[in-house]
């Protein structure tokens, strides 16, 4: 297995960076550079922490969310950017981070159709069987992707994580392809999604050891011991087959590069080079 594919998620890591500076950063000219020096520099350490042979950098689009047309709640706690004034907006460096991407010889892309989440999930899918694939993100809804070919990256510096199958089965207690189950029941606050009453980490995970995916624990809730859980899952049964749908990935989404067009050879380039080279150091 010769391809090593980094596939990075670009707003998760625009936003850790724009919002983890220690403080606001302007160049010479006074303008805010602080969202795209760290993404830059993030970016860098990450390629040489990964050493890929393929590269691309996805970011979310303005476009109608699918999700919503199930749940109209799913990502409503989210801020709107659109009425944040600039120096707290991290949208505002993003068209300097595109252009330092175009420096480096990194193919990005705005996904148009679907989430961000979709595309990601599409690679690994579709190219995860023969191919070594590396994600890059804080997203928890890709550990549900990890496979003995795919890898979860969760980079903080010299503390970075590297999530394989192992890693995950010792944080969570489960297999990766049982993660959506899992989090059907808990839920998610970052995506505004409700899990179901009085299930917590540690009870998802016996559940679905114990019955397998969550269809298999609402068609067993006679066999389920303990009477608040058994009543919980029995009362919120259309509440998580709806989050199962929200948290779901497959592979329909379609691939905006193919594999020979994200082929990458870093040779390098340092930060203070790339943000000299777009006019910005």
Do not use: W
């Amino acid at each position: 297995m010769n391809n090593r594919i980094l596939i990075v998620d670009g707003h998760n890591l625009l936003f850790q960076m724009f919002f983890g500076m220690p403080a606001r950063i302007v160049n010479k000219d006074g303008k805010a550079i602080q969202g795209t020096l760290g993404f830059v520099g993030a970016l860098i350490k990450i390629i040489k922490m990964v050493k890929p042979t393929h590269v691309t950098v996805l970011f979310d689009g303005e476009r109608h969310n699918p999700r919503n047309d199930l749940d109209e709640n799913y990502k409503a706690n989210r801020v709107d950017y659109d009425t944040v004034a600039d120096e707290e907006n991290p949208f505002t460096q993003l068209l300097d981070v595109y252009k330092a991407l175009d420096f480096l010889g990194i193919k990005h892309c705005e996904t148009t159709v679907c989430e961000t989440d979709d595309v990601i999930a599409a690679y690994a899918l579709k190219c995860g069987i023969d191919n070594e694939i590396i994600i890059s993100s804080f997203d928890s809804d890709f550990f549900q992707l990890i496979t003995e070919n795919v890898k979860v990256l969760r980079y903080r510096g010299e503390s970075s994580l590297i999530y394989d199958v192992e890693a995950f089965k010792a944080k969570f207690g489960i297999m990766p392809e049982l993660y959506a189950d899992y989090k059907s029941l808990t839920g998610d606050t970052a995506d505004n999604i409700k899990g179901a009453d009085k299930i917590g980490p540690k009870t998802a995970a016996m559940l679905v050891n114990e019955f397998g995916n969550l269809e298999n624990i609402i068609a067993n809730t006679d066999k389920i011991a303990k009477p608040s859980i058994k009543e919980s899952v029995i009362n919120n049964t259309e509440r998580l087959r709806l989050n199962y749908k929200l948290i779901k990935l497959s592979d329909c989404a379609d691939l905006p590069f193919k594999l020979e067009e994200i082929t990458y050879n870093y040779n390098g380039t340092t930060t203070n080079e790339v943000l000299k080279g777009i006019g910005i150091k």
